[in-house]
């Protein structure tokens, strides 16, 4: 059953800016602390920002001062508002809770950022 539907990703040039939105079940978004997550060609996936039920953030360093994680309540939805973009932020973003289960099937499609000239 899906639980996580992400959207918003695109391509945009260096410096652009993309918000991108997830989707949750209830019994995740009110429960457990939800990260953005993503994965470039060739690389592993790596946690780029946590945002738990109360509101308290976490980023990583690659992402701080350009990226902003929220949540809706009303929405179950949590957002990325990523600025500043470059090439290296080009990648598959994934939501998911944090930590992430060990099972690959708890992951979604995703949603493409491609930053690039």
């Known amino acids: 059953q899906v639980q996580l539907v992400e959207s918003g990703g695109g391509l945009v040039q260096p410096g652009g800016s993309l918000r991108l939105s997830c989707v949750a079940s209830?019994?995740?978004?009110?429960?457990?602390?939800l990260a953005w997550y993503r994965q470039a060609p060739g690389k592993e996936r790596e946690r780029v920002a946590v945002?738990?039920?109360?509101?308290?953030?976490n980023y990583s360093d690659s992402v701080k001062g350009r990226f902003t994680i929220s949540r809706d309540n009303r929405k179950n939805t949590v957002y990325l508002q990523m600025n500043s973009l470059n090439s290296e932020d080009t990648a598959i973003y994934y939501c998911?809770?944090?930590?992430?289960?060990?099972?690959?099937?708890?992951w979604g499609q995703g949603t493409q950022a491609t930053v690039t000239s």
């Open positions: 209830a019994r995740i978004f009110n429960v457990y602390p």
């Open positions: 998911n809770v944090h930590p992430p289960p060990n099972n690959n099937s708890s």
């Open positions: 945002i738990s039920p109360y509101g308290s953030l």
